[in-house]
Nanobody, 129 residues
Framework: QVQLVESGGGSVQAGGSLRLSCAVS??????????MGWFRQAPGKEREGVAA????????YYADSVKGRFTISQDDAKNTIYLQMNSLKPEDTATYYC????????????????????WGQGTQVSVSS
C-alpha cells in the first residue's frame, strides 16, 4: 500500500532555511501521468498547495507566495521528494504535507487538494520573527 512519510520540519528564525523530505513507498511517482505536491495548512485556515512536480519531474509549478523561495525536487535513487525552503517568513508557519495524484487534468489544479489521492501525516514548520 502507498505510504508517504514527511520529515525535516522544525523551528527557524525568519530568513532561515529548511529542507523537507517525503519518503515514498508502494507508489511509482515516475509514472508519466503522476504528480507529486507539497501542501501546507495553518490552524484555522484551508489547506493550500505550495509546489507541484509533474511530467516525471521535468516540470514544476509554484504558488505565488513561495515562488523564488521554495524549490521542489526529487532523488529517484532514494524514492524521495524534497521541498527546499529558503528566506522563510512567519507566514510560512504551518503543517506541511506531501501528496501524490494519479492524474491532474489542468495545470491550475496542481495546487488544489482535490485531485490528490494519497497524503502523508505532515511535518510541522514554525518560523519566528
Amino acid at each position: 500500500q502507498v505510504q508517504l512519510v514527511e520529515s525535516g520540519g522544525g523551528s527557524v528564525q525568519a530568513g532561515g532555511s529548511l529542507r523537507l523530505s517525503c519518503a515514498v513507498s508502494g507508489y511509482s511517482y515516475r509514472y508519466s501521468n503522476s504528480v507529486m505536491g507539497w501542501f501546507r495548512q495553518a490552524p484555522g485556515k484551508e489547506r493550500e498547495g505550495v509546489a507541484a512536480m509533474y511530467e516525471i519531474g521535468r516540470s514544476t509549478y509554484y504558488a505565488d507566495s513561495v515562488k523564488g523561495r521554495f524549490t521542489i525536487s526529487q532523488d529517484d535513487a532514494k524514492n524521495t521528494i524534497y521541498l527546499q525552503m529558503n528566506s522563510l517568513k512567519p507566514e510560512d508557519t504551518a503543517t506541511y504535507y506531501c501528496a501524490a495524484a494519479k492524474s491532474v487534468t489542468m495545470e491550475w489544479l496542481l495546487l488544489r487538494p482535490g485531485p490528490y489521492n494519497y497524503w502523508g501525516q505532515g511535518t510541522q514548520v514554525s518560523v519566528s520573527s
